[in-house]
């Protein structure tokens, strides 16, 4: 049973242009949301976090929100740029107890 | 501060065999979790060792198993191997109470 969904496998933006990833979660005991970014054979690196006491974080070019009430999580990144491109996993724990990762979403950009 | 390693980066085996592989932590970071990647099924969670204790485990059979050693590193061993644990192991420290986990570069186990 997969409890945090990315639904869509791939997506793909022009550079410079704003890159929405999403992501979906099935468990209301979540109270803390991550989004890791991978690059091959490297492991995943953090990128952003959100706490379920708030609905956006910010930090530089990346956003997330967090729609408690739909259990859904996105990530938005203004503007895109090509070093952007790798596979993104949003994750969630509830009580800092296990992570639990969605398939993830590769994210291309193209000049 | 140096981050995770893990080794090996890349090891073969065949099926019914049994491997072990090994991540060293970020230093003074007491957690080691340990995650399969497979394509289209995201990051698996295996388990989670604190202070050499297993505080966690995933929905892996019982032929994967780990342990943790007095200064933080991990080992994990999956015995009788099969061709569907081909896979990339990654593991991750964190501090304990912390939320962000970080990762270190993988084994990129094939069985053939």
């Known amino acids: 049973d997969q409890q945090v969904k990315q639904n869509s496998p791939s997506l793909s933006v022009q550079e410079g242009r704003i890159s929405i990833l999403n992501c979906d979660y099935t468990n209301s005991m979540f109270d803390y949301f991550l989004w890791y970014k991978k690059y091959p054979a490297e492991g995943p690196t953090f990128l952003i976090s959100i706490s379920s006491i708030k609905d956006k974080n910010e930090d530089g070019r990346f956003t997330v929100f967090l729609n408690k009430s739909a259990k859904h999580l996105s990530l938005h990144i203004v503007p895109s740029q090509p070093g952007d491109s790798a596979v993104y996993f949003c994750?969630?724990?509830?009580?800092?107890?296990?992570?639990?990762f969605g398939t993830g979403t590769r994210l291309q950009v193209f000049p | 501060k140096a981050g995770v390693t893990q080794t090996p980066r890349y090891l073969i085996k065949t099926r019914g065999q049994q491997v072990t592989l090994s991540c060293s932590p970020i230093s003074g970071h007491r957690s080691v979790s340990w995650y399969q990647q497979t394509p289209g099924q995201g990051l698996q969670f295996l388990f989670e060792?604190?202070?050499?204790?297993?505080?966690n485990k995933g929905n892996f059979p019982g032929r994967f198993s780990g342990r943790q050693f007095s200064n933080s590193r991990s080992e994990m061993n999956v015995s009788t191997l099969e061709l569907g644990d081909s896979a990339l192991y990654l593991c991750a420290s964190r501090s304990g109470g912390g939320d962000e986990q970080f990762f270190g570069p993988g084994t990129r186990l094939t069985v053939l």
């Open positions: 994750a969630a724990y509830y009580n800092t107890d296990k992570l639990i």
């Open positions: 060792y604190f202070s050499e204790t297993q505080r």
